[in-house]
């Protein structure tokens, strides 16, 4: 497999994104700037790839993933592509993605030699001050697939896992911190609490063309966008408004016992069912990592969408064998997803028994839902 190679001004602001891989990019002012650097998460220009700043722990974690022992639970997270430096020098090779296999390089071009021993490794600080959402003080990126890109306008969720939401490794200060925001939120109540969403909301809904938030919220291409702060105002009684604005439905509203919208809701129980069973078997601590739901925002898309998976089992059929694909991969579209995202302070515990600070959230998650199929 080539490796691929990126020019730092290739590097963009990533906006499509929830805001667990970085919370700041739900405000539409997280911009690139002319030398590709950002307040938070990049992308290249095709946008099928997510670059996360990034610890060497949530590195090797990804790593870890790769064991067969976590083959049920690695169907479950982002594919992880390898790691990527932000050079601080002015080279315009300094951004380097490197795959697991690698290719000799062009003169001059410094690689990531294995994705277990990056050069000059960013020397992390042992004293911790409240980062307000900042950029994470690394040169060190991971390369994920943009679990996004498969739809034309995904509506994303960005659902936090955990009461307790720091590591055995956070001073005293960082605990202090995140066990007031628990206490305060759903965290503590829940296990869960959401932490972003966006929500597409059709073009004739759009704002000014200045690209400026609507009084709604709208921005000028149809999306309504829910930062971190819109989820902690929710309760343990009123947490059910936050899924209902989600899947755009009325107050109090449940979904309808026919149409694409109860697929959906059931696709994504069925998900968070199967990875909470891969969870209770295996052993496991994993803090402040979240739930990334995507789902087809665009009506007619998602009709369509799911009106090709029922033509799909149709090719090959009689014995005759499926149409090979053409060169240019033809576009599958998707109905919806769910992901487990951030793991900077996720390991394996071998004789610690289930994680059941996450499981939690993920039981809770579950009721909530079948909730809005109810009648």
């Known amino acids: 497999m080539a490796q691929k190679t990126y020019r730092k001004s290739q590097l963009i ?26 307040d938070g998460v990049l992308s290249d220009p095709s946008g099928a790839v997510v670059i996360k700043p990034c610890s060497q722990a949530e590195v090797g ?49 410094s690689i990531t030699e294995s994705p277990h021993a990056i050069p000059n490794a960013p020397v992390v600080e042992k004293a911790w001050a409240p980062s307000n959402g900042g950029k994470i003080k690394t040169n060190l ?12 306008n995904p509506n994303i969720l960005d659902v ?40 597409w909301q059709g ?38 408004q936050g899924f209902e604005d989600y899947f755009l439905l009325e107050r109090g509203g449940v979904i309808a ?24 078997n295996e052993e496991s601590r994993m803090y402040s990592a979240s739930l990334l739901f995507v789902y ?23 014995g005759d064998e499926a149409p090979e694909e053409e060169d240019d991969e033809q576009h599958v579209p998707a109905v919806q997803g769910l992901k487990l995202i951030d793991f900077a302070h996720a390991e394996w515990t071998p004789g610690q028994g289930p994680d ?7 039981r809770c998650t579950i009721e909530v839902l079948e909730g809005l199929l109810e009648t």
Request: charged share 25%.
């Open 160 to 199: 936090k896992l955990g009461a307790r939401l720091w590591d055995d490794n956070a001073p005293p200060a960082k605990r202090i911190k995140l066990d007031k925001v628990a206490e305060e939120t759903t965290s503590k109540s829940l296990g869960f609490r959401i932490a972003g969403m966006r929500t």
């Open 13 to 38: 602001a990533f906006d499509n994104v929830a805001a667990g891989q970085m919370e700041q990019l739900w405000s539409p002012f997280n911009k690139a700037d002319g030398n590709g650097n950002s």
């Open 257 to 280: 016992k026919k149409g694409p919208l109860r697929t959906v809701v059931k696709r994504f129980i069925e998900d968070l069912v199967e990875l909470k069973s891969a969870l209770e």
């Open 296 to 318: 087809e925002g665009n009506r007619d898309a998602l009709v369509d969408a799911l009106a090709r998976e029922k033509e799909e089992p149709a090719n090959g059929v009689n």
């Open 203 to 240: 073009a004739a809904a759009s704002a000014g063309s200045d690209g400026s938030d609507g009084s709604d919220g709208i921005l000028k291409d149809g999306y309504r966008l829910y930062d971190k702060h819109y989820g902690r105002t929710l309760t343990s009684e009123t947490i059910r």
């Open 141 to 152: 990126a991971i390369v994920l697939e943009n679990v996004a890109a498969a739809f034309k």
């Open 356 to 362: 059941e600070n996450l499981l939690h959230g993920l």
């Open 61 to 109: 974690f990804y790593h870890s993933v790769a064991k067969e022992e976590h083959s049920r639970f690695a169907t479950f997270i982002p594919t992880f592509m390898g790691t990527l430096e932000l050079n601080s020098e002015p080279d315009p090779a300094a951004a380097v993605a490197c795959t697991a296999i690698m290719n000799p390089t062009e003169a001059g071009q």
